[in-house]
C-alpha cells in the first residue's frame, strides 16, 4: 500500500516506483491512460512523494469549460488582475485532466508556459510610459 494506492500488480507497482524516482526532479509529468483509469489518484501519489508536498495541489479539468474560460483558468486575466492556476500551484502541482480536449492554440500555450523557465508579465500601462518617454518609438 502506497498512500491511498493499493495494488498487488507489478506493473502499477512498478510505475509506482518510477514515480518515486521522479519526484525529486522538477520535470513536468504527463500521466495517459484510459478514462477510470486512476489518473487522479496516481496525480495525488506523484505530489504526496515529491518535494513539492508541502506546496498546493491545484485540479483543472478541461471537459466542462470553453476555451475562454480555460485560458482564464489557467493564465488569468490582467483586466480583472485575477491570477490563474498557474500562478497560484506554482512550486507545486497542478493536474489537468482532459487536455486534449483544450484547443491546439492553449495547448501551444500552455506548453510554451511550462517549458519557460521564468514567467514575466508586462502590464499595460507599461507600454503607454515607454511611449510617454520614448514618442519615436509609437
Not at 506546496?55 to 471537459?63: E, G, K, R
Not at 500562478?87 to 486534449?100: R, V, W
Not at 492554440?105 to 507600454?127: A, D, G, K, N
Amino acid at each position: 500500500r502506497r498512500h491511498n494506492i493499493l495494488t498487488d500488480h507489478p506493473h502499477m507497482k512498478q510505475q509506482l516506483e518510477m514515480l518515486d524516482r521522479m519526484s525529486t526532479t522538477p520535470l513536468p509529468l504527463t500521466l495517459v491512460g484510459e478514462k477510470g483509469s486512476g489518473k487522479d489518484m496516481v496525480s495525488q501519489y506523484a505530489h504526496e512523494v515529491s518535494n513539492r508536498s508541502n506546496q498546493q495541489l491545484s485540479h483543472i479539468d478541461c471537459a466542462y469549460l470553453t476555451s475562454e474560460q480555460i485560458g482564464l483558468e489557467l493564465f488569468g486575466s490582467v483586466a480583472t488582475r485575477s491570477e490563474g492556476v498557474l500562478k497560484h500551484s506554482a512550486g507545486g502541482t497542478l493536474y489537468i485532466e482532459n487536455a486534449d480536449l483544450m484547443p491546439p492554440q492553449m495547448q501551444y500555450r500552455l506548453i510554451e508556459h511550462i517549458t519557460s523557465p521564468f514567467l514575466v508579465r508586462i502590464p499595460p500601462s507599461f507600454s503607454k510610459l515607454v511611449n510617454s518617454i520614448h514618442p519615436e518609438v509609437a
